[in-house]
T-cell receptor, first 113, second 117 residues
Framework: SQKIEQNSEALNIQEGKTATLTCNYTNYSPAYLQWYRQDPGRGPVFLLLIRENEKEKRKERLKVTFDTTLKQSLFHITASQPADSATYLCALPLTGTASKLTFGTGTRLQVTL | DTGVSQNPRHKITKRGQNVTFRCDPISEHNRLYWYRQTLGQGPEFLTYFQNEAQLEKSRLLSDRFSAERPKGSFSTLEIQRTEQGDSAMYLC???????????????FGDGTRLSIL
């Protein structure tokens, strides 16, 4: 069956370090993958979209990689700040190019001073 | 850009009652989605519209759930005869249509939190 796995344990890092979050998927061949941020009691906020023909995408302090052979995406936040503390969700289309998304369970990131 | 708006933000009701939620998407977006999210889980797809047409419903969606988007603008999600298991955050999102094989970002509202007593 199709499955998306994100590390369910919280990731605790020190301010200024690089946070790296992992999203692994099985039995999918998605045309793209998205990352969202979610704060408690709020809806997810879109961060980055990467397509299957792109190896890497950057936006300010954020970087996403997409390895379709390993079936894995890595999400990096460089020079992390306490304000980056949130839950980060990866999402893939249920079938190839479909609009409807399947989300992972998310990884909670805690950045401390 | 006023963002996606959902009302009410919170709803508490007794088991067996009917509830209706409203979503106002970003005005230029033709796609509208409903998701459900429970604690510690990611959002789970329920249904989506392109303009006024409901294109897909999740197989997990019981017959007690119905959604409409009558004029291709706002949408309502109704749950009839609510059950304890319906307690969750109901999220609405909107987007433009996909371009070719690429996806589009989905813009989410802050949800309606439903609590069934």
């Amino acid at each position: 069956s199709q499955k998306i796995e994100q590390n369910s344990e919280a990731l605790n890092i020190q301010e200024g370090k690089t946070a790296t979050l992992t999203c692994n998927y099985t039995n999918y061949s998605p045309a793209y993958l998205q990352w969202y941020r979610q704060d408690p009691g709020r809806g997810p906020v879109f961060l980055l979209l990467i397509r299957e023909n792109e190896k890497e995408k950057r936006k300010e302090r954020l970087k996403v990689t997409f390895d379709t052979t390993l079936k894995q995406s890595l999400f990096h936040i460089t020079a992390s700040q306490p304000a980056d503390s949130a839950t980060y969700l990866c999402a893939l289309p249920l079938t190839g190019t479909a609009s409807k998304l399947t989300f992972g369970t998310g990884t909670r990131l805690q950045v401390t001073l | 850009d006023t963002g996606v708006s959902q009302n009410p933000r919170h709803k508490i009701t007794k088991r067996g009652q009917n509830v209706t939620f409203r979503c106002d998407p970003i005005s230029e977006h033709n796609r509208l989605y409903w998701y459900r999210q429970t604690l510690g889980q990611g959002p789970e797809f329920l249904t989506y519209f392109q303009n006024e047409a409901q294109l897909e419903k999740s197989r997990l969606l019981s017959d007690r759930f119905s959604a409409e988007r009558p004029k291709g603008s706002f949408s309502t999600l109704e749950i009839q005869r609510t059950e304890q298991g319906d307690s969750a955050m109901y999220l609405c999102a909107s987007s433009l249509s996909n371009l070719g094989t690429g996806g589009q970002p989905q813009h989410f509202g802050d949800g309606t939190r439903l609590s069934i007593l």
